[in-house]
């Protein structure tokens, strides 16, 4: 058994997305979004809690080509049955994004809710152009039309945790993407 192999998780049935794939494919996102944004100021709003470790090495992976400052929300769908569509803000920016440039980077689009929602509201607040970045993307879900300019990896529908992402708050510290196995009671 490897190394790796032997510190999987083992609530973790298998690892989709490994760490060294995962660091490839950031730098190829930072460097396209450097490439895009080059000259320019850029506002760069992680959406809290999934994306806190996509948005640390996403922010790593710009170049100094790019002037970037960083904010932050969370936001959560209202509570009642599944996903209303509609979203609460729970922590707001501390910028106005009027006129900014804005990059909106996320963990995963799931049913597309979330983010739909989101930048309705980013939107309404005129910021000079909004992104999304996102590093997983599951397309399959969709309930609302969403589609984010920057995707990491395009991913089956699959329960995933790890880097970032959780099942009832835990696994985020896992450095790798994994398919969670069915959680036994
Ligand atoms: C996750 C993720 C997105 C949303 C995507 O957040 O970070 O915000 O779900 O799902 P959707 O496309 O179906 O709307 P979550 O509510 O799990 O909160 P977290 O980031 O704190 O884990």
Redesign the pocket.
């Known amino acids: 058994m490897s190394a790796e192999a032997a510190s999987v998780h083992p609530d973790v049935s298998r690892v989709l997305i490994d760490e060294k794939a995962l660091k490839a494919r950031i730098r190829e996102l930072g460097a396209q979004i450097t490439r895009d944004y080059a000259g320019r100021r850029l506002m760069v709003v992680g959406?809290?809690?999934?994306?806190l470790i996509f948005m640390a090495d996403l922010l790593r992976a710009l170049g100094p080509e790019v002037d970037a400052d960083v904010d932050f929300m969370a936001?959560?769908?209202y509570a009642g049955t599944a996903?209303t569509g509609t979203i609460r803000v729970l922590l707001d920016l501390r910028e106005n994004p009027e006129g900014r440039d804005v990059l909106v980077v996320?963990?995963?689009?799931?049913?597309?809710?979330?983010?739909a929602s989101l930048t309705e509201t980013l939107r309404a607040r005129k910021p000079r152009s909004l992104e999304v970045c996102t590093l997983l993307d599951k397309p399959d879900?969709r309930k609302a039309p969403f589609q984010p300019k920057y995707v990491g990896f395009k991913i089956p529908n699959e329960f995933v945790v790890g880097f970032g992402?959780?099942y009832d708050e835990r696994y985020r510290q896992l450095p790798y993407v994994g398919v969670l196995r069915t959680p036994s009671k």
């Open positions: 959406v809290l809690k999934g994306s936001v959560s769908s996903s996320e963990d995963i689009v799931d049913t597309g809710l979330t983010l879900c992402l959780d």
